[in-house]
């Protein structure tokens, strides 16, 4: 069995393009590119405290990238770097668990996918040396220069609006990140610039594999960019927008291959699929975890939304964000972030799931005439077209969750009864649910 290596990065301090070096497991090479934003204060780079923490930070993302081209030939092999026993563990975890959607889409089990190992002394003292040149006895870099700003996501959708409307009265900035120039216009608005990063994948390298295709857990990428840009801007935090999701798996994977929807019973070597699995509470502390012991204890990423339910985020938004954004906003995927598609104007297809969702969650709170305009001025309970994704998000037929960042089964049941009168019916019997909506995290 070939192994799929982690060649190398770089970072370039003048142009602030660092890339990323793979070879998959049946020897095609990539690189990827990401040319982060220039900040407004000069890149200490002369000061060597500083140069260990941005390289411990492109480090981690050069790991987390890696997901994108190692699903290309999946493989039980790696060839690392650098990596100690709880490194080892905190990447096997993220390229099984966080790879579960991809396992269940292409029929491979946990057995299947990579598991890290500690890698041998010499490399680990290249590490070292490296750490010992830089810092010397010091246990961890120094934020010299530091503020307590934070680097607030953005995307255009409801949650980090709302973060960024909940947040107007503290020191922040805006970032966003994207495969192009174009972002969202809407993003002009806020009350702070937006710093704009661009990540280029090797599309070219993907073709020429030829191998499989999947979800990856994107949400762990987009946070260690995140923080490398935080970083460069000398900011401590990195505030992410999710709320109290990702918990609920779509079905388990077995050891022996089979799937089931069983979910009491996990069992070693079984595999929950979970498309959100790197927005998870679980999955947010190993990741703070890991930068806390591996990058600084001063640094933090986190979501300030986890304490709320995706149905309290929907009535937060359409308390204090619906006036000002409700006609420019999308949490729509089909329609703004495929490959390719011009972002600038938001949209929503209404024939997707995250389309469903989003209007399930908001029924209670926005009179349906507005929610409708959205959508064309028709209710998507109304659209046969969706009927189905509205049975995978009710749990109906014991229809499968749709992939997607979606709500909870029985917060959407209870969004439906909760709807406000003006609302059609769905054309089938929807459970009643006794959901807490105030439930805290």
Request: aromatic share 12%; hydrophobic share 35%.
């Amino acid at each position: 069995m070939s192994a799929f290596k982690f060649k190398n990065y770089d970072f370039d301090y003048q142009t602030l393009v660092a890339n990323f070096r793979y070879v998959g497991a049946d020897g095609t090479e990539f690189c990827e590119k990401v040319q982060f934003a220039r900040p407004a204060a000069k890149i200490p780079n002369d000061d060597r405290q500083f140069v260990y923490l941005l390289d411990s930070a492109l480090f981690l993302a050069f790991y987390l990238i890696g997901t994108s081209y190692y699903k290309s030939r999946p493989t039980r092999r790696v060839e690392s770097f650098g990596l100690d026993k709880e490194q080892a563990r905190f990447f096997s975890i993220v390229y099984q668990d966080g790879l579960s959607q991809y396992a269940f889409e292409n029929h491979l089990t946990r057995a299947d996918l990579a598991t890290f190992k500690a890698d041998s002394p010499a490399s680990l003292a290249e590490r070292k040396n490296l750490r010992q040149k830089l810092l010397g006895n010091i246990k961890y870099p120094e934020l010299k220069g530091f503020t307590d700003s934070s680097l607030i996501l953005q995307s255009g959708g409801k949650d980090s609006l709302l973060n960024s409307e909940l947040h107007k009265n503290t020191p922040h900035s805006y970032w966003y990140l994207s495969s192009s120039k174009n972002h969202p216009r809407l993003l002009d608005q806020l009350d702070q610039p937006l710093q704009h990063a661009i990540r280029t994948l090797d599309h070219e390298g993907l073709q020429k594999s030829k191998g499989f295709n999947g979800h990856v857990p994107v949400t762990y990428i987009v946070m260690s960019l995140a923080l490398v840009q935080a970083i460069l801007n000398r900011q401590k935090t990195v505030l992410t927008s999710i709320g109290q999701e990702g918990a609920e798996a779509h079905a388990i994977i077995r050891k022996s291959g089979k799937t089931a929807r069983d979910f009491a019973k996990v069992n070693d070597g079984d595999l929950p699929v979970n498309h959100q699995w790197s927005k998870t509470a679980d999955a947010e502390k190993l990741f703070r975890a890991y930068v806390h012991q591996y990058i600084s204890p001063e640094l933090d990423v986190y979501s300030p939304l986890r304490e709320y339910t995706e149905l309290k985020i929907a009535q937060l938004f359409a308390e204090k964000c619906w006036q000002k954004y409700g006609k420019k906003f999308s949490s729509c995927n089909v329609a703004n972030y495929a490959q390719g598609k011009d972002n600038s104007n938001l949209k929503w297809c209404g024939n997707c799931a995250k389309c469903a969702n989003s209007y399930l969650l908001f029924a209670p709170f926005v009179p349906r005439r507005e929610l409708d305009d959205l959508f064309g001025g028709l209710s998507p309970f109304e659209n046969p077209e969706l009927a189905d994704d509205f049975e995978g998000l009710l749990g109906i037929n014991d229809k499968i969750k749709p992939f997607e960042c979606v709500g909870e089964i029985d917060e959407l049941r209870y969004a439906y009864h909760h709807r406000l009168p003006e609302y059609p019916d769905l054309p089938f019997t929807v459970p009643r649910s006794d959901f807490n909506i105030e439930r805290k995290s």
